[in-house]
């Protein structure tokens, strides 16, 4: 079992830059990837970023180049850090937890309350 608190939201700028946290708990052989999530009001929940046990790095189109998950293994945390942030990217940002079944990475962790990114003048 992962558990997983995110953490590190806030009221920023546009331009501005944001590194969020997701501490983990629980064996880092449990799950295939890590994965970073945000719903914006009135929109459905997409994969913003996802980092893989191998190494691998997927993202959203509207973030590359600005944004980056990185892992640190040791303190069994997740980041994202966030630069030149847009006001599209307000929404609630979730960390999880994701396992291959075989065809697909599917969310392996509960969600939790996520955190707030608000970016706005």
């Known amino acids: 079992q992962v558990q997983l608190v995110e953490s590190g939201g806030g009221l920023v700028q546009p331009g501005g830059s944001l590194r969020l946290s997701c501490a983990c708990s629980?064996?880092?052989?449990?799950?295939?990837?890590l994965a970073w999530y945000r719903q914006a009001p009135g929109k459905q929940r997409e994969l913003v970023a996802r980092l893989t046990n191998g190494g691998s790095t997927t993202y959203v189109d509207s973030v590359k180049g600005r944004f980056t998950i990185s892992r640190d293994n040791v303190k069994n945390t997740v980041y994202l850090q966030m630069n030149s942030l847009k006001p599209e990217d307000t929404a609630v940002y979730y960390c999880?937890?994701?396992?291959?079944?075989?065809?697909?990475?599917?969310?392996?962790?509960?969600w939790g309350q996520g955190t707030q990114v608000t970016v706005s003048s």
């Open positions: 629980g064996s880092i052989f449990s799950f295939n990837a």
């Open positions: 999880n937890a994701e396992k291959w079944d075989g065809r697909r990475y599917a969310v392996f962790g509960s």
